[in-house]
């Protein structure tokens, strides 16, 4: 058995950080040398988050990057967008290897990324570099990769929606459009007005429209797929929901494909993949189902009254869409069983 890779947390102190940790210390293949929080410095994984055991002993430390990147081999970035980049940017050429869990390796052009954030990419060289770490799309890529770029909540459901359809020929036209609805948890840990749990208990809300911030990275990937531009339309929501993600696609059909010939095609898709598992009959994705697992749910409809299609997928935004994702990744990437240390 190999030996286990010492890996660090940074920004440790966030949803995504904490679903890491939890996954990380209980992971055989990982040894974890260092959890980074600066409001949580001292405190340890025990007092913070009830971990047991040796693991409940390590404590939170602020440390500069020049001093954690001699405790670890591998590091997750659970920090915000430009930051991530800045300290990604310094352990890739400290030699390295990095999992970033922010939007900042992303996206491929400097210039949409200043357009989409609001700044200047602190690490524009290293956008090429970065591999998309969405593994039923980039396995192999991800296998040889030293900074991936693990995508969000949003564009996983997206992306894994309509991937099979695009491969496959089967859309027609741009008016592709994707509908979803996530829990609180995936606007990250922080005080706001909008976040309070008076302003978000009982009441589903729409957001970010019509320019969300995820919409091109969506597009990016989708038009990769498809050898062309695409363009859809993306509508996000907030729901009562303390984690969870449910997105419904709908898109125009190739004239004359069937809802057996459309689910065969999802299901040939994914029929080797451990994470995605597209349910048959009448049954259709939902939160509850997916909470606390890192794999997804999906569902195919055929609409002939009006030749569209609908995809319903669900996942945990932590599990596949975050923190379940970026090990899934680290399980490819050092020669593990993708789902080790994971609960699809």
């Known amino acids: 058995m190999k030996s286990p890779v010492s890996i660090a947390i ?14 990380c210390v209980r992971h055989p293949g990982m040894k974890v040398a260092a959890i980074t929080s600066r409001q949580m410095k001292g405190k340890t994984l025990e007092e913070a988050l009830a971990i047991g055991g040796t693991a409940g002993a390590i404590a939170f430390e602020d440390l500069a990057t020049a001093e954690v990147a001699k405790r670890a081999e591998v590091f997750f970035l659970a920090l915000p967008h430009g930051v ?6 310094e352990l890739r050429n400290l030699g ?15 210039e949409l990324y200043e357009k989409t954030y609001g700044a200047k990419h602190p690490e524009p060289k290293r956008l090429e570099e970065a591999v998309y770490g969405l593994p039923e799309l ?19 459901t997206a992306i894994l929606g309509l991937a099979p359809a695009i491969r496959s020929g089967l859309v027609t036209g741009e008016g592709m459009v994707i509908s979803s609805m996530s829990g609180v948890s995936g606007a990250g840990k922080k005080v ?6 008076a302003e978000c208990n009982e009441n589903l809300k729409a ?8 919409r091109p990275e969506i597009e990016q990937e989708l038009s990769t797929l498809a050898g062309s531009a695409v363009r859809v339309s993306f509508l996000p929501h907030l729901a009562p929901l303390n984690r969870g993600m449910l997105t419904t696609i709908s898109f125009p059909l190739v004239k004359g494909t069937r809802a057996e010939a459309l689910e065969k095609v999802y299901r040939s898709f994914y029929e080797k993949e451990q994470a995605v598992r597209v349910l048959s009959g009448d049954a259709l994705p939902e939160t509850k189902r997916v909470m606390g697992r890192h794999g997804a749910e999906m569902a195919v409809r055929v609409d002939e009254w009006t030749g569209r299609a609908i995809v ?14 970026a090990v899934q990744c680290f399980n490819i990437r050092h020669g593990l069983p993708e789902g080790e240390g994971l609960d699809w």
Do not use: M, W
């Open 10 to 23: 940074l920004g440790a102190s966030g949803y995504t950080g904490e679903e890491l940790v939890r996954i």
């Open 84 to 89: 991530a980049a800045a300290i990604g940017g």
């Open 96 to 110: 390295k290897r990095v999992f970033d869990l922010s939007a900042d390796f992303r996206l491929k052009s400097a």
């Open 138 to 156: 980039n396995r192999v890529k991800i296998a040889k990769a030293d900074l991936v770029a693990c995508p969000g909540c949003y564009p996983t």
């Open 192 to 197: 706001e007005a909008g976040y309070l749990f």
């Open 207 to 214: 957001y970010g429209l019509p320019h969300h911030r995820h």
């Open 312 to 325: 319903v997928v669900a996942i945990d935004n932590l599990g596949k869409g975050a923190a379940g994702q």
